[in-house]
């Protein structure tokens, strides 16, 4: 089966600074990969997804980018805030049996220091 | 309506108790989904409903019994569970996959349950 793999658990970093998040997924027919946050005692949100047709996607300050050879794909957060703080769960996602089954990662937790 | 709502936010039950999880959203999503959450752990896909009709189990423990009564609803009834099902139960929906083409899914708020 799938396996998603998230590097790194943890990332500290000065507002203002870059932050990287990086996903390494084994099953090459997965074709679907979201981005959700989740702060603390809230639920996962989803903040930007991409698909296996593309191979970079940008909102704003985030852009996820997806090597379909390698199979790797990354979140970008430019010019981070505190309210960037949060868990990060990158997830593949193949069709399946006629659903839409997604496999997650283990999350980044993301501290953004003022 | 864009939101997955659930009911209770919270709950506390015994090991002998029976207890009912609620999720509901108005999105016109025909697939959804019930997740458990452990602390710093990300979300484990429990059950799949398509159509109103179980497509997958994830080898999930009898007690936990799902339910799709309409479109717009979904349960999780509990009973004689154990301390270690205790966890954030997440409810969430999207649209049916078509021609390959696979959808958001968005989740509810969650209800913590704690099993005593």
């Known amino acids: 089966g799938e396996n998603v793999e998230q590097h790194p658990s943890t990332l500290s970093v000065q507002e203002g600074d870059s932050a990287v998040i990086k996903c390494t997924y084994s099953d090459s027919a997965s074709n679907y990969f979201p981005w959700y946050k989740q702060e603390l005692g809230k639920r996962p949100q989803l903040i930007i997804d991409i698909r296996s047709n593309v191979g970079e996607k940008k909102d704003q300050r985030i852009a996820v980018t997806l090597n379909k050879t390698a199979k790797h794909f990354s979140l970008h957060i430019t010019e981070t805030q505190p309210e960037d703080s949060a868990v990060y769960f990158c997830a593949a996602s193949m069709v399946s049996g006629g659903y839409n089954k997604l496999i997650f990662g283990a999350g980044t937790r993301l501290a953004v220091h003022p | 309506d864009t939101e997955v709502t659930q009911t209770p936010k919270h709950l506390v039950m015994g090991m002998t108790n029976k207890k009912s999880l609620k999720c509901e959203q108005h999105?016109?999503?025909?697939?959804m989904y019930w997740y458990k959450q452990k602390a710093k752990k990300p979300p484990e896909l429990m059950f799949v409903?398509?159509?109103?009709?179980?497509?997958i189990n994830e080898s999930v423990p009898s007690r936990f019994s799902p339910e799709c009564p309409n479109s717009s609803l979904l349960n999780l009834h509990l009973h004689a569970l154990q301390p270690e099902d205790s966890a954030l139960y997440l409810c969430?929906?999207?649209?049916?996959?078509?021609?390959?083409?696979?959808?958001?899914?968005?989740f509810g708020p969650g209800t913590r349950l704690t099993v005593t």
């Open positions: 409903y398509s159509y109103e009709k179980l497509s």
């Open positions: 969430a929906s999207s649209q049916v996959q078509a021609h390959g083409h696979l959808y958001e899914q968005y």
């Open positions: 999105m016109g999503h025909r697939a």
